[in-house]
């Protein structure tokens, strides 16, 4: 059983890679460095060819975690191709994706683990199928956020944490201090906000006498001053900038600049209010109710809800940022439905309860469902570049300029695959006509601009008055390309449709592929 779970753990988060391949623009960073990593190699005189150092973004991010992912995938591909199941680099995307969720499927399953050493059996399946049935988490846990960088050492410290028998009074100071390590290690290499995940687990730790403050200091400083060490030797190198310490950059852009408020603000409650019932869905009650019945629930949960707390003082809000706290809600919730479960189903209240969480998971699959199917088509730049790459395969000289929106749906430097860096030195080589395209993506171009560089051979326009402007100026429309909007009831269920038909996905055109006359 517990192989079983753990595979429908891992085969959950591939199949969210395999169905939404693409990427969008908050991955780009970690994607194309981690591209970059496996095209050029590491070596001085290859940095100069690394996409960062054109596209760098407002903050400089850490490149630890790339080339870690990098080098991983690297067997991976190599065996991979060697079973002859990569025709172009656009597959690596998918490759090096499918690496980042396994070692984070892992960390899930570490977790599932723990907790069915502290709260049984049953827990450990409920937590296993409430985390399977939600559409984020196994979402984004393949994706190249920075978050879901940081979510793995953050698991294995939860897991450390977590990791003990059920009646446990005693724990063990080297789990504490692993913990506190990696942790530690997160907020200085990966994501700041970390470190507001930290302070209530220390408080916590000192106070039940897991561990002394005098080791805290000690283990904090001997752990914080290697990570500022590790990732400004290694971001410095890379950034070609000494010193650099990226998230320190970012602290002082996001917070001490309120730069972050620039994205949006929003109130105090939206991480309880909207946030967190959106990540969790079902969890979210569920995981109160564990809060009232164990107080082991409670004291697992105290640091995670003051960790959002805390976060909620900043105006800036996003799911990302509180990601790492799901698990251990999805541990109080499992916790909870055992609970209820395990009440007698000879009576009323028995059966009542067995149905309430069978309905709770049933809504999270649907809901999940909607989620999966309207990603599945939001991201219409990536479909475009594999469109365009299939229409002019057999041309010689192609030049295209990719318009903004086209760059943020999807159309990473993976998908360039008629143009160097060809990968060959990992057995990828180019198409046998290939003659090394142009893919374009320079900002803040005209209309005109694009028409009259005479270089220019195609564009991936957004739909709207550009393309409308590039058709009156000797430009062909070649084809459209689709993305999601929105949702909308089917009125034919009132027919006799099936209950799956209750809701129609509505499209419409988002970029265009046009051709000059």
Not at 5 to 29: G, M
Not at 103 to 129: E, K, Q
Not at 188 to 200: D, G, H, N, Q, T
Not at 245 to 251: A, C, K, S, T
Request: some cysteine; hydrophobic content about 50%; overall charge positive.
């Amino acid at each position: 059983m517990s192989t079983a779970l753990d595979i429908l753990l891992l085969t959950t988060c591939w199949a969210h890679v395999v169905l939404a391949p693409y990427t969008k623009v908050e991955e780009s960073f970690n994607l194309h460095a981690t591209h970059d990593v496996l095209a050029y190699g590491v070596l001085p005189d290859a940095l100069q060819h690394y996409d960062h150092f054109v596209f760098s973004g407002a903050v400089p991010r850490t490149f630890i975690g790339s080339v870690l992912l990098a080098w991983i995938s690297t067997p991976v591909i190599y065996i991979a191709n060697w079973y002859g199941v990569i025709n172009s680099k656009a597959d690596l995307q998918i490759y090096v994706r499918l690496v980042l969720a396994t070692l984070n499927a892992i960390t899930l399953c570490l977790i599932r683990r723990a907790t069915s050493r502290r709260y049984g059996g049953a827990a450990s399946v409920l937590f296993t199928l409430f985390t399977c049935t939600q559409f984020h988490l196994p979402f984004w846990i393949g994706r190249t956020l920075p978050n879901m960088f940081a979510i793995f050492p953050v698991n294995i410290a939860s897991y450390l944490l977590l990791n003990r028998a059920s009646n446990a009074q005693k724990f063990s100071p080297k789990g504490v201090h692993r913990a506190i390590k990696l942790l530690i290690f997160t907020a200085v290499v990966f994501r700041s906000e970390v470190a507001l995940l930290l302070a209530p687990i220390l408080l916590q730790s000192w106070l039940s006498g897991r561990t002394t403050l005098g080791d805290i200091i000690k283990v904090g400083l001997v752990s914080g001053l290697k990570s500022i060490a590790l990732t400004t030797i290694v971001d410095s190198y890379f950034w070609q900038s000494w010193p650099l310490w990226p998230e320190l950059h970012g602290i002082y852009f996001n917070v001490l600049q309120g730069k972050s408020s620039e994205w949006g603000i929003s109130p105090w409650h939206t991480y309880f209010s909207a946030m967190l019932p959106k990540l969790l869905l079902s969890s979210f009650p569920l995981s109160l109710i564990g809060l009232l019945i164990d107080s082991r629930i409670r004291s697992l949960l105290f640091p995670a809800i003051t960790f959002v707390g805390l976060l909620s003082v900043l105006g800036h809000k996003e799911w990302r940022f509180i990601v790492y706290v799901v698990p251990l809600f999805n541990v109080a919730a499992a916790k909870a439905a055992a609970y209820l479960i395990s009440q007698k189903k000879s009576k009323i209240f028995g059966r009542l309860c067995f149905l309430v969480v069978a309905g709770m998971l049933a809504a999270n699959s649907f809901l999940s469902l909607i989620s999966t199917t309207s990603s599945m088509a939001n991201y219409p730049g990536g479909a475009a570049l594999v469109k365009f790459n299939e229409l002019f395969a057999d041309r010689e000289h192609v030049h295209v300029h990719i318009s903004n929106l086209a760059a943020q749906t999807g159309a990473s430097l993976f998908l360039q695959t008629h143009a160097p860096p060809y990968l060959t030195q990992i057995g990828i080589h180019p198409p046998p006509k290939s003659h090394n395209w142009v893919y374009n993506k320079t900002e803040n171009l005209t209309q005109l601009d694009i028409t009259n560089t005479k270089d220019f051979t195609h564009v991936i326009a957004e739909v709207g008055d550009d393309a409308a402007g590039f058709a009156l100026q000797q430009w062909d429309v070649v084809e459209a390309v689709e993305g999601f909007e929105r949702w909308v009831p089917n009125l034919d269920l009132l027919k006799g449709a099936s209950i799956w038909e209750l809701l129609q996905m509505v499209k419409s055109d988002k970029l265009v592929i046009l051709e000059r006359k």
